[in-house]
Structures are given as structure tokens and as C-alpha cells.
């Protein structure tokens, strides 16, 4: 069973400086790797898709990575901005057609 | 616009009382599924449904029940519903396998 874990928990950074989210997963064999931001009370905003074949993906100021042999993914928020405090989730889609979702970091962007 | 549309937002409801929550989407996608959100669990995978009249469970079936008669629909039915049923539940939308997700605005659900 497909186990992903996010660590830190939570962070705190002041106002521009550059955020590391980092997501591990149990299972190598995935199809994708997700990154999806949660605002308190709503639902989840797609940020990122990384296929299994590719390393990276970027949009803007964020820039995701992926190392399939070490299980591990890496969200990169540049700059960060008080409009960026949210909860980040990586998802992990499996063969299987199941979608694993680590329990998410709460970042705070203190201005 | 595009969305995946979940029905009602909030609802409390009592131990036993059938219950459906609607979601519906305009994408014309053919993957969708159901979450629910629990504090310290996560996100954990209800049901999915790669298409029309195909269905399979998730990690966390027990007690819930889908139907997919049209693509755009995919109703989560709680046929007796329990307070361990609480919970935030989300519904999502791939236009297929191994597509990025869209994701509803959530269900606010409490079973007392």
C-alpha cells in the first residue's frame, strides 16, 4: 500500500523567502505525482502534475521536482508572498488507479 | 466555466437517515472519485469510477455506495448514515486516468 508522508508539518517563513516542501512515497512504480494547494474551508486548487517519466514541471514562481528511484518530490515556492499561506498536499497516482495523498505542510508567509 | 460541482455544502444529519450528496461536472470528463478529508488522516479514496457504469472501491468503501448512470454524475450515497461518518468530503474529475484532478468545493457532512 502506497504510503506518502510530507514533512515538515507545518512552516513559517517571512515574506520572501524561498519555500521547500518535500513529499516521500513508499511505492516507486506511480503514474503521476500531484502538488494541490487547500485554503482553509475550501477545496483543492491543481498546482503542479509531474508524469512519471519527467523530472520537473514549473509554473511561475513554483517549481516541482521528481526522483522516482528515491521516492521523493520536491515543491520550490520562490519569493514567497502572504497570499501563498495555505496547506500544500502532494498525491501520489498509482497503477492501481488509487490516489495516495500525503497529510499536507501548512505554510504561513509571515509580512 | 469549468467545475465539479458538489451538492449540498453543509449538511448535519442524524444516525440512520439516508443521505446522497450530488457531484456533477461539465468537463466531459470520463475518471471521477470521492474523498474524505479527516483531521490527521488526510485525504483518503472513497470510491472512483473510470467511466460509465464502472466503478471500484477505494481504501475507505465501507458504509458508502456510488452510482455512474451518466458521465457528467456521480452520486455518494450513505445508506445508514453513522457519526463516524463525519467528515469533509470532496469530489473529483480527471478527464482520464493519469490526468491532472479538479476537484469540488467540499461537503461539510455531521452525522449526530
Known amino acids: 500500500k502506497q504510503e506518502v508522508t510530507q514533512i515538515p508539518a507545518a512552516l513559517s517563513v517571512p515574506e520572501g523567502e524561498n519555500l521547500v516542501l518535500n513529499c516521500s512515497f513508499t511505492d516507486s512504480a506511480i503514474y503521476n505525482l500531484q502538488w494541490f494547494r487547500q485554503d482553509p474551508g475550501k477545496g483543492l486548487t491543481s498546482l503542479l502534475l509531474i508524469q512519471s517519466s519527467q523530472r520537473e514541471q514549473t509554473s511561475g514562481r513554483l517549481n516541482a521536482s521528481l526522483d522516482k528511484s528515491s521516492g521523493r518530490s520536491t515543491l520550490y515556492i520562490a519569493a514567497s508572498q502572504p497570499g501563498d499561506s495555505a496547506t500544500y498536499l502532494c498525491a501520489a497516482l498509482a497503477r492501481d488507479y488509487k490516489l495516495s495523498f500525503g497529510a499536507g505542510t501548512t505554510v504561513t508567509v509571515r509580512a | 466555466e469549468a467545475q465539479v460541482t458538489q451538492n449540498p455544502r453543509y449538511l448535519i444529519t442524524v444516525t440512520g437517515k439516508k443521505l446522497t450528496v450530488t457531484c456533477s461536472q461539465n468537463m466531459n470528463h470520463e475518471y471521477m472519485s470521492w474523498y474524505r478529508q479527516d483531521p490527521g488522516l488526510g485525504l483518503r479514496q472513497i470510491y472512483y469510477?473510470?467511466?460509465?457504469?464502472?466503478?471500484d472501491k477505494g481504501d475507505v468503501p465501507e458504509g458508502y455506495k456510488v452510482s455512474r448512470k451518466e458521465k457528467r454524475n456521480f452520486p455518494l450515497i450513505l445508506e445508514s448514515p453513522s457519526p463516524n461518518q463525519t467528515s469533509l468530503y470532496f469530489c473529483?474529475?480527471?478527464?482520464?486516468?493519469?490526468?491532472?484532478?479538479?476537484f469540488g468545493s467540499g461537503t461539510r457532512l455531521t452525522v449526530v
Open positions: 473529483a474529475s480527471s478527464l482520464s486516468y493519469g490526468l491532472g484532478y479538479t
Open positions: 469510477s473510470m467511466n460509465v457504469e464502472v466503478t
